[in-house]
């Protein structure tokens, strides 16, 4: 049985043997004492210890080994190397003394702690000193982002590094495989993808495939320290020569493109701000009364007041982003200062004001569509052999009486132009009845609200008219709103009830109406003004298409008739052949005879 002790490394808990443990704390105070006199001593050994957690986590299986034992840690050691391995390379140079802590906790910067055991002291084990030399070990390169050496995201150095060539031709390549076929932008994203960034000092030996112990921590740290590396650390601003060109040649190319783009996007964003402006300005007026073509639909659906907010939080909802593409690519083309951050904090949070009253009038005014309401009416009308339908035109006023247009139309409780509000919103449906019936018309007056009697209400403010004179049923061309009702899905059916066998001349205004068939189809001359029709059990139908199928069968009948016919013949004619080769036959039996 073994004392096991709980280390923390790099925020990694690792349980560890004792003795692994004192030989393992004894390596960490040398390697502590030789890089503790660096002022920048607290990032190689961060890496030290992160390598050395690495390679005891790649040691442990979960159910099968779950302790590091002496063995392990001598393995770590070995491959790792010792400090001594390479000061022997620094000749007789003097070494700094310095103190260090020994206590556990300090050696490694993390929490220790003994495990079934009442001692409260740990022993330290003698330095091995040279029981340890440094063990070269082969490694491969890995693939990773060079984050020292990147002019976008380290790709083309990583790739230079695996392959053992300066990154300017890896850039060059990329920057052909664009030019020619685009193909490089889609591999370099793929690649940024899947590579790995090179963060740690371990990463970064590992991308170039070195070891990653201490004698090349050292050497990395030297040449950080000197600046040997600056052709790494500062690839984006002192490549090579040759890459140098093609580099400030794209970079001027991409400038120039990238500053059409800009005043192209900049002038859209302008173009639309004014739009959107005239836009407002248009709907505002609407709004007031003054009618012009530019209205926006769905403001009908809320009363004046609402209408104005809305259409103000929409359009600051819209011109907001659009003044803040304008401002950057002012910032872009004309390098202009920022916007002044009170300005700027204002215009944000105008906009989500007006995202805000936008999603309230939503909200609300879909409450006012939750419940539907139908008012049906039946009236009789006259019955006639054929009827004639027709649309009249409410909007054009047939008058010859000077008190008619006065009373009527300018003026008084029933003026059309007093407080009424035209729709079309109509449809017509011509249904059949049994022959024995009178015709009747069934009025149906749909609208909603935010409850059954709101959509009641509104329902029965609906005005609409069928007027029959004789066999001609003109039906109006726009029902009306009494008192300027809200919008809320108001429409009327009408339902024509005929008795079969009733013949309809439908007018060509009442093509688009009229449902369930189609008028289109049912004219013979596109310079007639009625199409006609026949009432069956089935519905109406095209009077023209029935005597076209009339004709179609009688002229199926007619072939049918004249193919048998035909076949008659043949069958007649056989038989006669027969009877004349039986004839034959006996008149030669009878000679023979």
Not at 77 to 98: C, H, N, T, Y
Request: proline fraction near 3%; glycine fraction near 6%; hydrophobic fraction near 40%.
């Amino acid at each position: 049985m073994n004392k096991t002790i709980i280390i923390n490394i790099n925020s990694i808990v690792f349980h560890i043997e004792e003795d692994a443990y004192e030989t393992l704390r004894s390596y960490m105070i040398e390697i502590k004492r030789h890089f503790g006199n660096s002022e920048d001593s607290r990032e190689i050994l961060e890496d030290i210890e992160n390598r050395i957690a690495e390679m005891f986590s790649e040691r442990i299986q979960t159910g099968r080994k779950e302790v590091i034992n002496r063995e392990d840690v001598d393995q770590v050691i070995a491959q790792m190397g010792r400090v001594s391995d390479f000061d022997a390379e620094l000749g007789d140079e003097p070494k700094v003394e310095s103190k260090v802590e020994t206590d556990p906790k300090a050696a490694f910067a993390d929490t220790a702690k003994q495990v079934n055991s009442d001692e409260p002291e740990f022993k330290q084990n003698p330095e091995q000193g040279s029981d340890y030399g440094f063990t070269e070990y082969l490694t491969s390169k890995k693939l990773m982002r060079d984050m020292d050496d990147k002019v976008l995201s380290g790709v083309c150095s990583g790739l230079a590094h695996y392959f053992n060539i300066e990154a300017k031709w890896v850039r060059i390549i990329f920057v052909l495989f664009f030019l020619f076929g685009g193909s490089g932008v889609l591999l370099y994203f793929v690649l940024w993808a899947v590579m790995p960034k090179a963060t740690t000092r371990a990463d970064k030996l590992a991308m170039r495939g070195e070891q990653a112990n201490l004698h090349n921590f050292k050497k990395s740290f030297d040449e950080e320290m000197k600046g040997v590396r600056e052709n790494f650390s500062g690839a984006g601003e002192h490549i090579s020569r040759g890459a140098r060109s093609v580099g400030d040649s794209l970079g001027s190319f991409f400038s120039v493109i990238g500053k059409i783009l800009a005043v192209l996007v900049l002038i859209w964003a302008g173009l639309s701000i004014i739009g959107i402006f005239v836009f407002f300005v248009f709907n505002v007026l609407n709004i007031m009364g003054y009618q012009n073509p530019m209205f926006f639909p769905p403001l009908e659906v809320l009363d004046p007041a609402s209408a104005f907010f809305a259409i103000l939080a929409g359009t600051v909802a819209i011109i907001i982003p659009l003044l803040a593409i304008f401002f950057i690519m002012l910032r872009v083309i004309f390098k202009t200062k920022p916007m002044n951050n009170y300005a700027t904090m204002s215009l944000w949070a105008a906009w989500i004001v007006s995202i805000v009253m936008i999603l309230y009038f939503v909200v609300v005014t879909n409450q006012d569509f939750v419940e539907e309401s139908t008012i049906s009416i039946e009236k009789p009308i006259e019955q006639k052999d054929t009827y004639i339908i027709s649309e009249n035109d409410v909007r054009v006023i047939r008058a010859s009486d000077e008190d008619f247009v006065q009373n009527r139309i300018g003026s008084g409780k029933n003026g059309l132009l007093k407080g009424n509000y035209l729709r079309n919103e109509i449809a017509i449906y011509i249904e059949p009845l049994d022959s024995l019936k009178a015709p009747y018309i069934q009025y149906n007056y749909n609208a909603k609200g935010s409850s059954y009697a709101d959509a009641s209400a509104r329902a029965s403010k609906i005005a609409y008219q069928v007027n029959q004179k004789g066999e001609n049923i003109n039906f109006d061309s726009h029902f009306t709103l009494q008192d300027k009702q809200l919008i809320r899905d108001q429409n009327v059916r009408m339902n024509l009830y005929l008795p079969v066998g009733t013949k309809v001349l439908l007018n060509r205004n009442m093509d688009w109406k009229v449902r369930d068939i189609w008028a289109h189809d049912c004219k013979g001359d596109d310079k007639a003004k009625f199409s006609e029709w026949i009432m069956t059990k089935s519905g109406l139908k095209c009077i023209i298409k029935l005597e076209e199928e009339k004709a179609k069968e009688a002229e199926k009948l007619k072939e049918e008739q004249e193919e048998k016919e035909k076949e008659a013949k043949k069958e007649k004619k056989k038989d006669k052949e027969e009877a004349t080769s039986e004839d034959e036959k006996s008149s030669s039996e009878e000679s023979l005879a």
